[in-house]
């Protein structure tokens, strides 16, 4: 067990990486984080910021001599900094984890090996591209092309109407790794956060419910609308892929819920994630909190929803030209906590800040809660539109 006032490391700098530290530093740890940019959220609240290359060698000593755990906050850190840091450090989640997660084309390799369902889907090497494989087992049109690697937020994806608009896709990607997958009609998107120790123990959050707006998500609701057996199912397998990974630490996984009732893996991310936002103020304990305690290897905590909740995210889209948001609607609903990760630059499509908007106990689903939060982000839309008016 390690214990504080231990120094843990983090990779990656980012919101998500910002609440890990003030989760961790909150529980007498101090928090070591490496991030290229030197306006990174996490770095600014740390106790040291390594403002270097995630590959860079001194960077990478200096943190497996000080931290006596390191764990994530983004998947796409190169593969030979998480080998050599596996290597020379305790590193948790494993190389395993993070390399299928940074790999469409690993996970979904994986996810087929341990049984788990996926939408149909092809490999489109680098290089020349393949023909569409037809057949049961491949991918039928309309359909989505996906960059293999570091994609994130809908980048990196190109919609594709039939089997001959592949070669102008992957010329459009650079011709790269990818998958092609058929585009399933969705029902609803759902997501697990799971958190498991070494030694086997795990506890998974509330399935949540997701709606996304060009790509990015934009609505979490817990508890969705999902029937009992669906949510437990979800749950079930979140748990089988951590299982499966030997995993520590948070995990989370995206599922598409089709309208023919499938349950499909999306994919699968190595950390915390947008989606539990809400449990900062609707579970009995943090996203960020559980990873401490994972990979920490203390005792997870009960990861219960205290009541109905609706998360929207703030992005950059909503700063006006000059100055910020006027936020004295959200401010004035004492329902609506407000999250900002200090983000100096607002740009399109950049998550700058979310809002869970809390529901009232006793309610047995977060529809309310869902409608207000919905009602203040828009408007702050508003008010963006009125200012260039
Ligand atoms: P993020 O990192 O934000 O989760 P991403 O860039 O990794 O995003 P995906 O999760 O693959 O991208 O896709 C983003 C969204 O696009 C999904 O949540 C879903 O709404 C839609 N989408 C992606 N793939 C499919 C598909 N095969 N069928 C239907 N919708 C899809
Ligand atoms: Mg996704």
């Not at 029902?187 to 949540?208: I, M, Q, Y």
């Not at 934009?218 to 397998?237: F, K, S, W, Y």
């Amino acid at each position: 067990m390690i214990q504080p006032p231990a120094t843990l490391g983090l990779l990656g700098g980012g919101q998500l990486g910002r609440y890990f530290v003030e989760a961790a530093q909150g529980m007498g740890y101090a928090v070591w984080v490496l991030d290229p940019d030197p306006a990174s959220p996490a770095g600014r609240v740390a106790a040291r910021h390594l403002c270097q290359a995630f590959d860079d060698p001194d960077a990478l000593q200096a943190l497996a001599a000080a931290c006596e755990v390191i764990t994530t906050e983004f998947e796409n850190i190169p593969r030979p900094a998480v080998e050599w840091l596996d290597a020379h450090a305790c590193l948790r989640p494993g190389p395993r984890a993070l390399t299928i997660a940074q790999d469409r084309l690993e996970e979904k390799g994986f996810l087929g090996e341990i049984g788990v369902a996926v939408a149909p889907w092809q490999a489109v090497p680098e290089g020349a591209t393949p023909d569409v494989q037809t057949g049961a087992e491949g991918p039928s049109f309309p359909a989505i092309l996906k960059t293999a690697r570091l994609g994130y937020d809908g980048k990196g994806q190109v919609r594709l109407a039939k089997a001959g608009d592949l070669p102008a896709a992957h010329a459009e990607l650079g011709q790269v790794d990818c998958v092609l997958e058929s585009r399933v009609e969705l029902e609803r998107e759902l997501s697990v956060l799971v958190a498991r120790t070494a030694d086997g123990a795990h506890e998974a959050f509330p399935v949540a419910e997701n709606a996304h707006r060009d790509g990015i998500l934009h609505l979490t609701r817990v508890p969705g609308g999902a029937a009992a057996a669906v949510r437990e199912r979800a749950t079930a397998i979140a748990g089988h892929i951590a299982e499966r990974l030997a995993y520590q630490g948070v995990l989370a996984v995206e599922f598409f819920l089709t309208v023919d009732g499938k349950l499909l893996v999306n994919e699968i991310a190595p950390r915390p994630h947008n989606s539990g936002h809400y449990t900062q103020d609707a579970c009995t304990v943090s996203q960020f909190e559980q990873q401490v305690r994972a990979v920490c290897g203390l005792g997870l905590a009960p990861a219960l929803l205290t009541m109905p909740v609706a998360m929207v995210n703030l992005l950059g889209d909503l700063w006006p030209a000059t100055g910020a948001p006027d936020w004295r609607n959200v401010l004035a609903a004492g329902r609506a906590r407000l999250h900002l990760y200090g983000k100096a630059e607002a740009r399109t499509g950049r998550k700058m800040g979310h809002v869970n908007v809390l529901g009232l106990p006793g309610e047995d689903d977060a529809g309310a809660a869902a409608s207000a939060a919905e009602a203040l982000w828009q408007g702050l839309a508003d008010n963006v539109e009125e200012g260039m008016a």
